[in-house]
């Protein structure tokens, strides 16, 4: 446990029961319980009346196609009201609802940065699902169908002006639809921890954004069986550095908890007290740069009993809740 004073902020929270009835099949790792899980953690906690609950209205079309390719948006809808059992790919599992399930993931981020620059919270977590990071700008992939942190991240700059965004990736794996989508952009600085060599086989350290957007990507491949110490030694040399050198007007962070050890589809070994350490340094990045500006969405996660336990670390860190015994 961390102790010491912590500063408490307005945390934005949005969870939506609609999003249990996205079903990518039998078996699939990103079902409904991921959620449930953690919302049954949560209500437990004393802290957990205290967040800004924040509705989330489903993802404007206008605003998927700010990175998405209309016929990718047009023909995801078809083939999930058709019944279809995936999207583009077996791993995309879909049903009849899952297309306005998947906006209104992506509408999560949007409702929370509208009440951000309204200056009614500090910050801001989105429990939703299907996470995003994975979908490129005309195929769906790794359980993604849109890509909620790139929605937000130009929602960001288009509708509430602000110039420079930093999308922070943590997921275990790789967020290639992200980079790809920015990745000729020096407005929006990708950074990314993940296992590497793995799904989906990018991110590779030499994978720094391309014209324009050299320089904008910044990746931290990590080796299978990863601890605590590797993530804090990537952070401070590369992560935090590029963050100051960027100097972001907001931070966007893709919050996958499935680099914990006990997570069933990755190798590297987090303790959750890791991600409460990450946590704090993002938010005194964005103290520096953003005032204090971060908006979190819920990507990867696949244990019940780690993701609820981690997700509560993370609000802890963004509400500013003491963690002292």
């Given amino acids: ?14 969870y939506d029961p609609a999003c249990l009835r996205h079903d990518p099949g039998r078996a699939h790792p990103e079902r409904s319980a991921r959620l449930t899980a953690t919302m049954d953690r949560l209500e437990r906690e004393p802290w957990f009346g205290e967040l800004e609950r924040t509705a989330a209205d489903p993802c404007p079309v ?8 209309a016929e990718y948006v047009a023909r995801a809808e078809e083939v999930c009201r058709a019944g ?24 999560a981020g949007l409702a929370l940065a509208d009440r951000l620059l309204a200056g009614e919270i500090d910050n801001g977590f ?34 509430h002006g602000l110039e420079k965004i930093l999308v922070l990736d943590w997921d ?16 929006v600085l990708y950074a990314s921890l993940h296992q590497y060599p793995f799904y989906p086989g990018t991110g590779a350290a030499s994978e720094e954004g391309t014209g324009r957007g050299k320089g904008a990507t910044v990746n931290c491949p990590m080796p299978a069986g990863a601890r605590d110490a590797l993530y804090e030694e990537a952070f401070r040399t590369r992560i935090l550095p590029a963050i100051d050198a960027f100097g972001p007007d907001a931070v966007v962070l893709s919050a996958g908890f499935d680099a914990h050890a006990e997570d069933p589809l990755a190798s590297v070994e987090l303790s959750t007290g890791c991600y409460r350490w990450m946590s704090e340094r993002i938010l005194e990045a964005a103290d520096r740069h953003a005032g204090g500006r971060v908006l979190s969405l819920l990507e990867g996660g ?8 981690c997700v509560g670390a993370h609000l802890e860190c963004l509400a500013g809740v003491s963690t002292d015994a």
């Fill in 84 to 107: 279809a059992p995936y999207l583009d790919v077996p791993d995309v599992g879909v049903s009849r609802d899952s297309f306005d399930v998947a906006r209104i993931a992506a509408g």
């Fill in 126 to 159: 989105s429990l939703a699902r299907p996470p995003g990071h994975h979908a490129e700008r005309a195929l769906a992939l790794g359980f993604c169908l849109f890509n909620n942190a790139a929605v937000l991240a130009r929602y960001l700059q288009r509708r």
């Fill in 302 to 309: 696949y244990s019940l009993e780690a993701l609820p336990e």
């Fill in 172 to 187: 275990v794996h790789h967020g290639n639809g992200t980079q790809h989508t920015f990745e000729e952009d020096p407005t």
């Fill in 62 to 69: 206008e605003w998927l196609e700010s990175v998405h390719a």
């Fill in 1 to 14: 446990m961390n102790g010491g004073a912590a500063v408490r902020r307005r945390t934005g929270f949005v």
